[in-house]
């Protein structure tokens, strides 16, 4: 159980285009679902909060107009990366949390690899 | 905010023998305390985790401590195998997660 995943798992992008990035919990219903960055060999950089039906919450220093989330329904997160540029080039994974009164956990997907070129 | 440290940031043992990973952390409002296997090109993976009302916990070969009082939680893995090989990150749960800086562990045959 507890299954989280991402799509595309890699995607080479134009500067100047934007792309799309899937999460999906695919055997619960994900009341928090998280996006972080990971730049090579370094720990994982959160992005942004989302709740399901809400708004998402944004770490300081990312911008909200160009890393578009969006949490629909409780099985589906998405990240849209808005004119890419190759300083956006990373590891993007999400994770998915379902907050009740034992539970804590938050389990990852297995990330998408972002190229801009 | 919380702040996580990770000790160390690299390690190497031989197979069959023992490996820990140790974390502080400064707040003590966190109260559940992950920790996650990274395999290359992989989003990280639980293994095991541990509430802030318990002090140890063990699954088979992997085993997780936790001093309050210090504000400090360990990683144990026993009987390492080459497949144990990976970036391990420990994390701390306030209103949100905190995670250390990983390790990387390197099993060798």
């Known amino acids: 159980g507890a299954v989280v995943s991402q799509h595309p798992s890699w995607v080479i992008c134009k500067s100047g285009t934007s792309v799309k990035i899937e999460c999906r919990s695919l055997d619960f219903q994900a009341t928090t679902m998280f996006w972080y960055r990971q730049f090579p060999k370094q720990s994982l950089m959160l992005m942004a909060t989302s709740n399901e039906g809400s708004k998402a919450t944004y770490e300081q220093g990312v911008e909200k107009d160009k890393f578009l989330i969006n949490h629909a329904s409780l099985t589906l997160s998405t990240l849209t990366v808005t004119s890419a540029h190759p300083e956006d080039s990373s590891f993007y994974i999400c994770?998915?949390?379902?907050?009740?009164?034992?539970?804590?956990?938050?389990?990852f997907g297995p990330g998408t690899r972002l190229t801009v070129t | 905010g919380e702040n996580v440290e990770q000790h160390p940031s690299t390690l190497s043992v031989q197979e069959g023998d023992s490996a820990v990973i140790k974390c502080t952390y400064s707040?003590?409002?966190?109260?559940?305390f992950p920790w996650y296997k990274q395999e290359l090109g992989k989003g990280p993976q639980l293994i095991i985790d541990i509430r802030s009302n318990v002090g140890e916990k063990k699954d088979q070969r992997i085993a997780v401590t936790l001093n309050k009082t210090a504000k400090h939680f360990s990683l144990h893995i026993t009987e390492t195998q080459p497949e144990d090989s990976a970036v391990y990150f420990c994390?701390?749960?306030?209103?949100?997660?905190?995670f250390g800086t990983g390790t990387s562990l390197t099993v060798i045959p």
């Open positions: 707040d003590s409002a966190s109260n559940y």
């Open positions: 994390a701390a749960l306030t209103n949100q997660f905190y």
């Open positions: 994770s998915a949390s379902s907050r009740g009164t034992n539970s804590y956990e938050q389990y």
